[in-house]
């Protein structure tokens, strides 16, 4: 009977801030930079009601896929510091294990159609999947977001991105604690020289690694050399332990998405589907993409023209791949129980996504299942595992697929790649694109 009402107040809450959030106008700590519009056959209704209400804003499609098992989501674990943003919250084991369960029956159930009008999308035309962006993402900060604000500024070691800052946050600020993906290494590791990202070698390679999987959708298998894994997993070690760095993405009530992330360039905020200059949940500005990655992505583009060059007789490779400049990087970690459910990214400007201007993915660590296809329904969808060392590319007229994470393969990420970089299991995944 309590629970009945707990779920009742529960939904009746949701329906409402959401509505609140989307009928109101959304601000941010940092300039907030309009999205564009994207637009695919499977969402004209979505976006013509869409455009009646904010043209920065996007729908989530109107059907909910049941058979999409891609909607789970974690709440806190019971040990949440008593200084966290969650205190208030702080329940049982037992009423944890009822709100799990409480709560993937709301998200598929719960959500009415308007409220799928009034959220906005932002990585995807609604993802629908409990990875990212749950239905009652897009509320409005309320108190905790300052607070989380203060925690950060509170302790200036996180700043610094040392691993002193680790425990030191891990005595009262749970919300703010770095995320290590290399947790049993240390920071003073040298980088590679630029050159070494210049010398990949994949010409010869190509006729045997590369895959043209759709028209604007390439494979590069085994595409970067493991000196150069070990390489990005350091960087990125380090500039998740800093300001801006590595965080998991989640409810304002306290539910948890199944990655962590780190934006480079811009952030992108879950919560609003917006590009911005600053984080809101701690006011981080992004740390900039390291140029290395950038020459990276940039010759994987190449050398996908060479593929596809061969392959299809056409001189104009760049009219089924275009050529981009990566100005924004989303890093995802994904520990073995991680997900991400089938998604469009829609969330850069409109000349960016008219042109098909691609999204470069590299994949460290673990394995995945991908999978990518025309619809939003996973029963429908095409999977291929990606590996360490594989780089994802989709851009022209596969700009606008849905993809998502099906599972993380545990234990497939190459031993010399966990020996040297000391990467904790799971995926790392970097997705470039031109803003
Ligand atoms: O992890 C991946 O392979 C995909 C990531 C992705 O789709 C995204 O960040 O938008
Ligand atoms: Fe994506």
């Known amino acids: ?177 770095p995320f290590d993906i290399c947790p049993s290494e240390t920071l003073d590791q040298d980088f590679l020289q630029p050159s070494f990202y210049e010398q990949i070698q994949t010409e010869c390679l190509l006729e045997e690694n590369g895959q043209l999987l759709r028209p604007g959708m390439v494979l590069l298998k085994s595409y970067i050399p493991l000196d150069v894994q070990v390489d990005i997993v350091r960087r990125c070690q380090k500039l998740g332990l800093g300001p801006g760095g590595f965080y998991r993405p989640g409810y304002q009530d306290g539910a948890k998405l199944r990655l962590y992330m780190m934006c480079l360039g811009l952030d992108w905020n879950p919560q609003t589907r917006a590009y911005q200059e600053k984080r809101q949940h701690d006011g981080a500005k992004p740390p900039s993409i390291p140029h290395e990655f950038t020459s990276l992505v940039r010759r994987a583009v190449d050398d996908s023209h060479t593929l596809i060059e061969r392959h299809s007789m056409t001189m ?40 098909g201007l691609p999204v470069v993915s590299l994949c460290l660590g673990d394995s995945a299942e991908f999978l990518y296809g025309h619809q939003r329904n996973v029963n429908k969808a095409e999977k291929v595992v990606l590996e360490s060392g594989d780089v994802l590319i989709f851009g022209g007229e596969s700009r606008h697929i849905f993809h998502g994470v099906k599972s993380i393969i545990p234990n497939t990420a190459p031993p010399p790649l966990l020996e040297r970089a000391k990467l904790r299991p799971g995926r790392l995944n970097l997705t470039f694109r031109q803003y």
Do not use: W
């Open 316 to 355: 104009n490779v760049e009219g089924i791949l275009p050529r981009m400049s990566p100005d924004v990087c989303i890093v995802n970690f994904y520990t073995s129980n991680g997900r991400l459910g089938l998604h469009q990214d829609r969330d850069e400007t409109k000349k960016s996504l008219d042109r």
């Open 1 to 177: 009977m309590l629970l009945q009402l707990y779920r009742t107040i529960i939904t009746a809450t949701r329906s409402t801030s959401t509505f609140n959030k989307f009928s109101s106008k959304v601000s941010f700590l940092g300039r907030t930079i309009k999205r564009g519009m994207g637009s695919s056959p499977d969402d004209k209704s979505a976006i013509s009601q869409q455009k009646l209400r904010a043209d920065n804003k996007r729908n989530r499609p109107q059907s909910s896929d049941a058979s999409d098992d891609l909607y789970e989501e974690e709440v806190p674990s019971p040990s949440v510091s008593v200084n966290s943003i969650y205190k208030s919250k702080r329940r049982t084991k037992i009423d944890l294990d009822a709100e799990r369960e409480q709560r993937s029956d709301e998200v598929v159930h719960n959500i009415d159609s308007s409220q799928f009008e009034l959220s906005t999308s932002l990585h995807s035309d609604g993802i629908n999947d409990g990875s990212y962006l749950p239905t009652s993402f897009g509320k409005m900060r309320g108190p905790s977001a300052s607070r989380s604000l203060k925690f950060h500024q509170a302790n200036p070691k996180c700043e610094k991105g040392n691993k002193s800052s680790r425990s030191a946050s891990a005595k009262g600020v749970n919300i703010d604690e």
